[in-house]
């Protein structure tokens, strides 16, 4: 008999337990604050919990943690190593770093508590986000407070040691795969079929003509084959339940508990009292072919994550130099030592040491933070910032598909007020009605039969549990949602989570941008009315257009394309004005009327415009006549059932008219917005409904 000690938050403290891993009997325990240890390992790990008030972890499992007893002090002395930091930090900026790791150790929810809580470890630790089905762990922290090895000494000390061989860092070998769920699957299997042939008897009707006593063996035989299936098998059903329960949450999981229960129990009682052989076949059937929808259900979402990598959701081209020749290269043929050119605007694509130019980066994409940060020659840059200044080279030090950029995805910036972890969202909120539902039929059916025929209503009782047991509805919603999204990748649309999906189903009004959006950019024809330029003047507006990323300033570049280009000095991009800087001493300018010929009231224009001042003087204008889409009206005209549809462009009103025949009559069309006057528009919509 174990030796109750103390009994404090529903945790039971035995001598013969471990009080952190729950290993029994250990040898030569060490008791401290009234609790026993195996190790020293195991006592040290609750001695940093305790003194940081976060001995919850122990209320949330019962084995909580993880044995220390055989875990080795590790020397952490190489990651003082700077190549190896560089190796290893996936991203930082000087002030804070992010690193990810691998920890096989986590296995509970008591781990992710933890190790998302590690803050409160140490302060200088900003965040810490696990990924439970990969195992990993992604940290942010700050450099001045604490260093990276520090970090893994912390993780090493709570028993969360991360998995570090740098001789995979190329190439990721670690096991991903749950295997626990293919040893569930085969169990209830092998189950299955051993229960429908021990019951072949009874399906051919041979059993009232054989010996009884042989029916019978079988049926006690059967009973046993299913509690390993139950108690294994189904138990993340049942856990999912139950955590649901405590939740006051009625998740897809309770209804789908109670059938699996509702037969084993009808079919235990009826092999106890001979009665019948029950249904455990029928028990048996359902976990496995449960099992088989949680093995496609991953499959499918493993296929849909490979389908919808970092290529299809970032417009991966980049200009890369080599010698006197520049030509545009997606990202999967980028190799290491190439030579990357990034213009105004655009995002980092690879990491990389910066060769020529100041860069003035924007990490905001990844931490949250606007301010710019600036980069000299010979500085690492790192992938997903954007380059806010003139045109910077980089060489590319680690290859696109190692790169950060491949993990912008995930990270929780992007994360939105919907639950994006939650996969059966609907099913769930189904469920919440469902079962509710159902008990209210099933205990008007045992209180209607008692009063005629207490075996009639425990069978109906049980009976109403066991066939509106909703599989159906649990497989279905993931399998669908599933579908659609692969659906929509094939046709170029992509998105973030399932949950989007449910989203569209709400829109009622949609907008639209126009330039590259409604227009063709690439068709576009591009005009110059004014005084005629000198060719070192052709040189100045083709080098200072290079230098953005906007459709417009692309068209003109193009325009001169072939031109000598030439180096640029205080670039500046003022959004939805245009663009300015010096080149050889010229100021260079070019944008909307507004912003060159600085007049407060802009006359409506015939066509697009984007006018040119040379060192303070109005050289002239260029005229640039846009395409539309293919395939545009059309759309248009059915985009209409959905809702309200509004144009609203950062360019001039030349389009107005002919726009106006594509959109309907009630659509609003604005023109010359700035940025902001965009983002104020959609709060304005959203305000409303």
Not at 44 to 60: H, K
Not at 160 to 182: C, G, H, M, V, W
Not at 471 to 476: E, I, N, Q, T
Request: proline residues 3%; glycine residues 6%; hydrophobic residues 40%.
């Amino acid at each position: 008999m174990n030796e109750v000690l103390e009994q404090t938050n529903k945790q039971v403290v035995l001598k013969d337990t471990c009080y952190h891993c729950g290993e029994s009997n250990p040898k030569d325990p060490i008791k401290l604050d009234d609790k026993f240890f195996c190790c020293a390992g195991c006592k040290m790990v609750f001695s940093i919990l305790s003194e940081n008030d976060l001995c919850n972890y122990y209320a949330l499992n019962e084995t909580a943690g993880t044995s220390q007893r055989d875990i080795k002090t590790k020397a952490y002395s190489f990651l003082d190593d700077e190549e190896v930091i560089t190796k290893l930090i996936s991203f930082t900026d000087g002030n804070q770093s992010t690193v990810d790791f691998y920890i096989p150790q986590i296995h509970c929810s008591s781990c992710l508590w933890l190790l998302e809580n590690l803050f409160k470890v140490n302060p200088g630790i900003l965040s810490s986000r696990v990924n439970f089905l990969n195992r990993e762990v992604k940290i942010t922290f700050k450099n001045v407070a604490i260093s990276l090895r520090k970090v893994v000494e912390l993780l090493a000390s709570i028993g969360y040691a991360p998995y570090i061989q740098l001789n995979d860092l190329e190439e990721d070998t670690r096991p991903r795969t749950d295997k626990s769920l293919f040893y569930k699957l085969g169990l209830a299997g092998f189950t299955f079929g051993n229960i429908m042939l021990f019951s072949f008897p009874e399906y051919l009707g041979l059993s009232n003509t054989s010996d009884g006593s042989f029916s019978q063996f079988f049926a006690y035989l059967n009973l046993v084959l299913i509690i390993p299936v139950i108690v294994y098998s189904g138990r993340d059903y049942f856990r999912s339940a139950f955590q649901g329960l405590k939740q006051q949450h009625l998740n897809i999981d309770v209804p789908v508990s109670l059938g699996i229960l509702a037969l084993f129990l009808r079919s235990t009682y009826e092999i106890l009292s001979q009665l019948g052989p029950g249904y455990l076949d029928t028990l048996a059937g359902l976990i496995f072919f449960l099992l088989i929808g949680k093995w496609f259900q991953q499959a499918t979402y493993a296929r849909i994550s490979f389908d919808r990598d970092y290529k299809s959701y970032f417009p991966i081209a980049c200009t890369v130099r080599k010698g006197d020749q520049e030509s545009q290269v997606t990202l999967d043929k980028v190799q290491k030592n190439d030579i990357v050119i990034i213009h105004h605007g655009e995002l980092i694509p690879a990491d990389g040491i910066l060769v020529e130019g100041q860069a003035k980066i924007d990490y905001s994409f990844v931490t949250g933070e606007s301010a710019l940060i600036k980069k000299d020659k010979a500085d690492l840059v790192y992938a997903g910032g954007r380059q806010m200044g003139a045109n910077i080279e980089i060489v590319v030090t680690r290859i696109v598909s190692n790169s950060y950029l491949t993990e912008l995805w995930n990270d929780h910036s992007f994360d939105k007020s919907v639950d994006t972890g939650k996969v059966n969202v609907l099913a769930d909120k189904v469920a919440s009605y469902f079962t509710w539902t159902i008990l209210i039929i099933a205990s008007a059916t045992l209180i209607y039969w008692l009063r005629i025929d207490s075996g009639i209503a425990i069978n109906a009782f049980t009976s109403v549990l066991i066939i509106a047991c909703p599989c159906a509805v649990a497989l279905s919603i993931p399998f669908t949602f599933g579908n659609v999204i692969r659906i929509f990748s094939k046709n170029g649309i992509y998105f973030k989570n399932i949950q989007v999906i449910e989203t569209l189903a709400k829109i009622n009004h949609i907008v639209f941008d126009k330039t590259g959006t409604i227009t063709n950019v690439q068709s576009q024809e591009v005009s110059y009315q004014g005084a005629a330029l000198k060719e070192e003047e052709s040189w100045l507006v083709y080098s200072l257009a290079n230098q953005s990323n906007h459709p417009l300033s692309k068209q003109i570049a193009d325009f001169y394309q072939g031109s000598t280009n030439l180096p640029v000095e205080d670039f500046e991009e003022i959004q939805g004005k245009g663009i300015q800087g010096s080149i050889n001493n010229r100021k260079i300018r070019l944008g909307s009327e507004q912003f060159i010929k600085r007049t407060r009231h802009v006359k409506s224009a015939k066509e697009q415009t984007v006018y040119l001042e040379i060192d303070g003087e109005v050289k002239g204008f260029y005229a640039i006549k846009s395409h539309y889409r293919k395939g545009l009206k059309d759309g248009l005209k059915k985009l209409k059932s959905i809702g309200a549809l509004s144009l609203i462009s950062g360019d001039n009103d030349a389009e107005r008219k002919a726009l106006s025949n594509l959109f309907p009559q009630t659509s609003q069309l604005l023109f010359n917005q700035k940025p902001v006057d965009k983002l104020n528009f959609l709060k304005q919509l959203r305000g409303t409904g």
